[in-house]
């Protein structure tokens, strides 16, 4: 079992429409990191959110970390097809130097 | 500043042969860590390490073993290939092992095992 699941695993939307995607776990973490991946290259970080409750936004992407440090959301608004990809949370338990766990993934695309 | 760069792209070996991945992280960067990607598992960690020492380790077989020179320069071995082990080889480099560094990718390793 994945000690991290996203959820929804997969998402097609149209241009123009706002979408959540998360990730949620039992576990504490100490912080939490989201990427983005494209086909045929290594994901791209996208933030890293290390304090509960903590909200960051990036342009259109806005990032939250649970109050308890077990789970976390990434909200696009307005999705725009170079928004498509494979988002990936990862998140890392106490203090163990740069072991991070990866979610199970989101497929996202947007439609044109 | 040039990123994160693995060798071979793409690789094809058969059962039982062994295979080495090289990556060489971004100038000044002393952690390096390495993944497996697959689309039944995902993205799952195998090791890490930080001036030339292992910090962590995964939960893989000993068949998958690593090192890193004194250059943060890393390869990751792979011994006795099953067709499991096929696979995307992610290495990832960041300036220390502190989980609030940024971690950068390298394009991968795509091992194909027939």
């Known amino acids: 079992t994945q000690l991290l699941e996203q959820s929804p695993q997969f998402l097609s939307i149209q241009e123009g429409e706002n979408l959540t995607v998360y990730c949620n776990s039992s576990?504490?973490?100490?912080?939490l990191q989201w990427y983005r991946q494209e086909p045929g290259e290594g994901p791209v970080l996208l933030v890293t959110v290390v304090t509960g409750g903590e909200v960051k936004k990036l342009k259109r992407l806005t990032f939250q970390f649970g109050d308890a440090r077990k789970d976390s959301s990434l909200h696009i608004t307005a999705a725009q097809p170079g928004d498509t990809g494979l988002y990936l949370c990862?998140?890392?338990?106490?203090?163990?130097?740069?072991?991070?766990?990866f979610g199970t993934g989101t497929s996202l695309t947007v439609i044109p | 500043k040039a990123g994160v760069t693995q060798t071979p792209r793409y690789l094809i070996k058969t059962r039982g042969q062994q295979v080495t991945l090289s990556c060489s992280p971004i100038s000044g960067h002393r952690s390096v860590s390495w993944y497996q990607q697959t689309p039944g598992q995902g993205l799952q960690f195998l090791f890490e390490y930080f001036s030339e020492t292992q910090r962590n380790k995964g939960n893989f077989p000993g068949r998958f073993s690593g090192r890193q020179f004194s250059n943060s320069r890393s390869e990751m071995n792979v011994s006795t290939l099953e067709l499991g082990d096929s696979a995307l080889y992610l290495c990832?480099?960041?300036?220390?092992?502190?989980?609030?560094?940024?971690?950068?990718f390298g394009p991968g390793t795509r091992l194909t095992v027939l």
């Open positions: 990832a480099s960041s300036l220390a092992a502190n989980s609030y560094n940024e971690q950068f």
């Open positions: 990862a998140g890392v338990l106490g203090n163990t130097g740069n072991q991070f766990y």
């Open positions: 576990s504490v973490f100490s912080s």
